[in-house]
């Protein structure tokens, strides 16, 4: 084995002076389409994988079902950490609707204090997650650790350890006290809704019984804090129950939550900040005092330069005192643990890319994995489709308002962003619909400051795919991007709106670029607008109406002028015409902002040069008229709205469990099906120039991926530490890396793919 592997080095290093095949080489064609099964919980997808109803779930496993992974030969593991978190969620606003007008203990901080004492993690992590998990101390997820607050967000420094006594002794100082004693703690004197010091009234806790770690420790919290002679009321429901109750009516005290997080801890932002509590808000914890204002505005400063930072450092000092706020100051939720995940899938499946923090589940996965039906025929062409399985049905594919993982495991195969990021390395970010990118500043003269101004340049080679039918409709470019950030920003109580909130006004210089104005500066303002992305030729007749607006104009008007010109608001202005035959152009005699101060609406013109008076303006616009709610955008049917440019479009979807949502490949997806070998995703960009040109590669840097991992299996217990699942590529020696995966590679070696056309 030795000699191979010494072989193998000697080859790859021959390699690095041999000539490049040329550039546009075509790469295979791996696609065969993908079939998602919709399954009610974690067990009945795991039992729909061990009995080959699929190939993977969109779910990591418990310690039982790994270990059973492990003694069955039809399956391989991969692992992770996961870039998640599992908590305790307290409301911490002032009444909930159960006991109106009464005040909440989960509003006072001696009571939410005493619940943390009552939560032993080591109990967690070891017995009821059985390893497969880090604690948590703040609300990070684990590869975010080192973000948090050094005075209680590790656990030598965290205030609140696991101690009853101690949580007894908090209840007492806020005032919760036996005084019968009849075995149930009594409301502190002069609580509001509750005069005289009465019994308390149960403490309703939402337990979701449809994840089993979230459940018994759910379970242990109620038991503790019945210890302590708090009531509960202990509902355990499944997601259907607490998405309603929880997220939208905010009629709990405590709920068993968790979150798939991004990469960097910018969704403290979204998870703490007032801004985002309402019904269905991503924000359901914080919530109101008892005069009905925010709960804490010292947090939400430090939150917004958590969202708003100019450097690295600012940012990481932001988090340091949002999370010190957060834990040390309010203790105003109770984080659990990140999961250290293992997820199994069908040894027949090659090529996976086991992202960092996320797993399986990824477009990348999706463009390069390939299914081996017959290792003796890797390319038969009747190879079926990719199958993997939710651990729920999703409960909204609505592209503006899902909000949950499952949701998504279903709209991200077909809607898509703007820009990417590296698999393997979260802190590279990468092209995707846009071919480049600049981030630079512009000078706003009305506040007199500098703001920031993101330049996107699109890729020519991407176009809309019909559903059902997949026909191409139109090619998709700039003014699709102009009315996504336009659309969407017009809804407020959708999970987007938050990346529109800050865009100040949008110039498409020409049909493949668009320049973003933010009303702020931040450095991650070039992320915010970058997705979805909307289909303007569908949505546009379908849920706008185009409207004309007379304007007459009896006085000069100066650059200096703000000018609302109508009540609407506008998605998009088609022309603005002067006395019938002169017409002004976007950009050069003015610009369509967003100004929230005085109007809160997308309709207010900022002249860019002097305007003298004339007779009339008539401004040719779109306004949105229709309703964006439903289980689909507008209450339609994903046959009008479902329209792609990701890998996939839709053949047919059956909402609920027991429910599928079938796709066939997109035939002209600008990557195609990447070459056997591209292991690391890394793209390389050509030229200096913006916009500038770029590639991916099968190159040296996949090879020494293949090599490192080079001997090890996936489809045993006694896994090796170097084991690389996306580094097994080859049909012919499933769940190892070895000699044919290099000899794959090898024969493809140098093949450079994803060049986007000529600009």
């Known amino acids: 084995m030795k000699k191979i592997v010494f072989a193998m080095m000697a080859i790859l290093t021959a390699l690095m002076f041999v000539s490049i095949i040329p550039v546009n080489a075509p790469p295979p064609k791996h696609c ?24 993977f779930i969109q779910w990591s496993l418990t310690f039982e079902q790994y270990e059973a992974a ?73 590869p975010h650790a080192s973000y948090g607050n050094e005075s209680c967000c590790f656990p030598e420094t965290y205030p609140y350890p696991y101690d009853l006594d101690a949580a007894a002794a908090q209840l007492a100082a806020g005032g919760f006290e036996d005084l019968e004693p009849d075995g149930t703690l009594n409301y502190p004197a002069d609580w509001m809704g509750r005069p005289g010091r009465p019994n308390m009234d149960p403490v309703v806790v939402y337990v979701r019984s449809d994840h089993g770690h979230r459940l018994t420790a759910g379970r242990a919290l109620c038991d503790n804090m019945r210890a302590l002679d708090i009531p509960v009321d202990q509902q355990e429901v499944s997601s259907d129950i607490t998405s309603v109750v929880v997220m939208d009516d905010r009629n709990y005290h405590i709920y068993t939550g968790g979150w798939s997080l991004g990469r960097r801890p910018t969704y403290l932002y979204g998870l703490f900040h007032s801004e985002q509590w309402y019904e269905g808000g991503s924000n359901y914890i914080t919530g109101m005092n008892c005069s009905n204002l925010p709960n804490y505005p010292d947090l939400d400063i430090v939150l917004e330069a958590v969202r708003y930072p100019k450097t690295i450092p600012e940012f990481t000092r932001a988090v340091k005192n949002a999370t010190g706020k957060i834990v040390c100051d309010y203790c105003i939720n109770l984080p659990l643990w990140s999961y250290v995940s293992w997820w199994a899938y069908k040894k027949t499946l090659v090529g996976i890319v086991n992202m960092d923090g996320y797993g399986l589940e990824n477009t990348y996965t999706f463009l390069s994995a390939k299914k081996c039906n017959d290792p003796t025929t890797p390319e038969d062409e ?51 619909i846009a071919q480049d990118w600049e981030v630079t500043t512009w000078y706003d003269p009305h506040d007199d400051e500098d703001k920031s101004k993101v330049t996107y340049w699109i890729r020519k080679d991407v176009w809309w795919h019909a559903p059902v039918t997949g026909e191409v409709v139109y090619q998709m470019d700039a003014y699709d991007v102009e009315f996504s950030i336009w659309y969407i920003a017009n809804y407020d109580d959708c999970w987007m709106w938050p990346n529109m909130q ?8 020409d049909q ?96 860019l040069r002097p305007l003298d008076t004339c007779q009339t303006i008539n401004f040719t616009y779109w306004t949105p008229v229709a309703s964006p709610l439903g289980y689909y955008l507008g209450g339609l049917t994903w046959q009008e709205t479902w329209y792609s440019i990701g890998p996939y479009y839709p053949i047919e979807i059956v909402p609920g469990v027991g429910g599928r949502a079938i796709f066939n490949c ?24 913006k916009p500038r040109s770029g590639y991916y590669q099968v190159n040296l840097y996949d090879a020494v991926y293949l090599l490192s991992a080079y001997c090890s299996r996936g489809d045993t217990c006694d896994i090796l530490p170097n084991w690389f699942p996306g580094a097994d590529i080859d049909c012919y020696d499933l769940c190892h890396v070895g000699l044919y995966d290099a000899v794959l590679l090898l024969s493809h070696y140098g093949e450079k793919f994803g060049i986007p056309p000529d600009p």
Request: proline share 7%.
């Open 32 to 55: 065969k389409g993908l079939d998602i099964y919709f399954y009610e919980n974690p067990d009945a997808a795991f039992a729909a994988l061990v009995a080959c109803e699929v190939d």
């Open 70 to 142: 492990c003694a069955n030969p039809d399956l391989q593991l991969a692992s992770y950490a996961e870039n998640g978190m599992m908590e305790f969620d307290i409301n911490n606003n002032c009444t909930i609707p159960t006991y109106p007008g009464v005040r909440s203990p989960t509003n006072d901080v001696s009571f939410r204090r005493a619940l943390a004492h009552m939560v032993d993690r080591d109990w967690i992590v070891n017995e009821v997650v059985g390893g497969f998990a880090e604690a948590i101390y703040c609300p990070l997820a684990a």
């Open 382 to 432: 009747s190879q079926d489709p990719i199958r993997m399985g939710t651990v729920h049905a999703p409960k909204d594919l609505n592209v503006l308002y899902a909000t949950w993982y499952y949701d998504y495991a279903v709209l991200d195969r077909v809607f898509a962003s703007l820009l990417s990021v590296n698999p393997y390395n979260l802190a590279i970010d990468q092209p995707w």
């Open 502 to 509: 800050d865009v100040h006004h949008t110039i498409v210089t």
């Open 512 to 607: 493949f670029c668009i320049e973003v104005y933010f009303d702020s500066i931040s450095l991650w303002h070039q992320y915010n607008p970058t997705g979805p992305i909307l289909p303007k030729q569908i949505y546009e007749p379908l849920f706008c109406e185009q409207r004309v607006a007379e304007v007459h104009v009896d006085e000069d008007l100066e650059p200096s002028d703000y000018w609302m010109w109508t009540s609407d608001w506008v998605t998009h202005i088609d022309s603005v015409v002067k006395d019938g035959t002169i017409e002004l152009v976007e950009g050069v005699d003015y610009e369509l902002i967003w100004d929230p101060v005085p109007t809160g609406c997308h309709n207010v013109i900022h002249l």
């Open 666 to 689: 997109n035939p002209t997806h600008f990557l195609g099906g990447p070459p056997d070998g591209e292991i690391d995703w890394m793209w390389y960009w050509s030229g200096t120039e």
